[in-house]
């Protein structure tokens, strides 16, 4: 349950702070505030999932989303994940809250195939430390057959980092994500230390270009060049390819020549709030028939 994970979380949280203190030899109180907040937002089931869609420049329709969490404050302000996700991947808070969020993303699936939302594809971030837990993979079967969605609808981002920790462990691991139907993304894909003959070897169904790269594809030569590259990589290994943080038309253009039709970012949309989800769904099937 929740419960006993987080206090699993809070007794890893009691490691970490003794490693801090070997480490730094002080605690930083702000860190700390930071910390028993994120335990108690944990408890009290706070955080929120948003969605922002993934589009196929080709056939010009969506393909799916992105779930990402955010961490909504009492006076109506959100925190950002990269303002605590880094705090909770340190201290193991990230495996109670990732199985909250798992739990929250397949209750709302669940919902949308009641309603006939064609929803698609949905990722969810899993952090590396996660990723190395073999409880990954109750979570995921338990969650599916209470919810009873479909494998297939689903997808986890890892980072190249939870691959090359471990490279034999992470490969059964990939192995048995994939038995179960669940597809598997590589995440900011280009900035980490993954050897390429891993690509070959694991079995990754999409590769997502990171949006460092994607950010000046029209106006630097290296950039647009590296891109185009990964591409080529991953057609070459028949693999999926999503281009992230598009913002502009010019960006989106020369991915699409470039053969990168999967594309996400704000030049599309922004992530959503899972109540405009629908909305968001039917006014895009309306624009593709009228057009
Ligand atoms: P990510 O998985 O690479 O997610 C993409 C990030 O880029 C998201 O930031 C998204 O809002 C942002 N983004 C999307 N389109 C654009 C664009 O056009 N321009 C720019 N500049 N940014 C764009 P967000 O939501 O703040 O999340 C940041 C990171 O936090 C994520 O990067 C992911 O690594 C992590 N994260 C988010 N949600 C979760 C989660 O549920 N679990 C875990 N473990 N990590 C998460
Ligand atoms: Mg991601
Ligand atoms: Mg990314
Ligand atoms: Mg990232």
Not at 69 to 79: A, L, T
Not at 163 to 185: C, H, L, T, W, Y
Request: hydrophobic share 40%; aromatic share 10%; net charge negative.
């Amino acid at each position: 349950s929740a419960n006993s994970a987080l206090n699993h979380a809070k007794k890893m949280g009691r490691n970490t702070y003794q490693f801090f203190d070997k480490e730094r030899h002080t605690l930083d109180p702000t860190e700390l505030t930071k910390e028993s907040a994120l335990f108690k937002a944990i408890t009290n089931n706070e955080f929120e999932l948003y969605f922002q869609p993934k589009f196929d420049a080709q056939h010009n329709q969506l393909y799916g989303f992105e779930a990402l969490v955010r961490w909504p404050q009492e006076d109506g302000s959100v925190i950002n994940p990269d303002e605590f996700i880094p705090l909770a991947e340190q201290n193991g808070a990230i495996i109670p809250l990732t199985q909250l969020l798992m739990e929250q993303l397949l209750n709302q699936l669940a919902q949308w195939r009641k309603q006939n939302i064609s929803f698609g594809n949905v990722a969810i971030n899993i952090s590396a430390l996660h990723f190395q837990q073999s409880s990954l993979i109750e979570t995921l079967i338990d969650n599916l057959a209470k919810f009873d969605v479909p494998a297939h609808c689903l997808e986890l981002e890892i980072t190249e980092s939870a691959m090359m920790d471990n490279p034999e462990f992470a490969e059964q691991q990939m192995k048995r994500i994939k038995s179960i139907g669940v597809q598997i993304a590589l995440d900011d894909f280009g900035t980490g230390h993954s050897s390429l003959s891993y690509l070959k070897r694991f079995p990754i169904d999409t590769l997502k270009i990171d949006k460092s790269f994607v950010k000046d594809i029209d106006k630097n030569d290296q950039d647009r060049n590296i891109t185009a590259t990964i591409v080529r990589l991953a057609k070459y290994l028949d693999i999926n390819v999503v281009a992230e943080g598009v913002e502009t038309e010019e960006q989106a253009y020369m991915l699409h020549i470039m053969g990168c039709h999967f594309q996400q970012g704000y030049y599309y949309c922004k992530p959503l709030k899972a109540n405009q989800v629908s909305e968001f769904i039917n006014d895009t099937l309306e624009k593709q028939q009228s057009s």
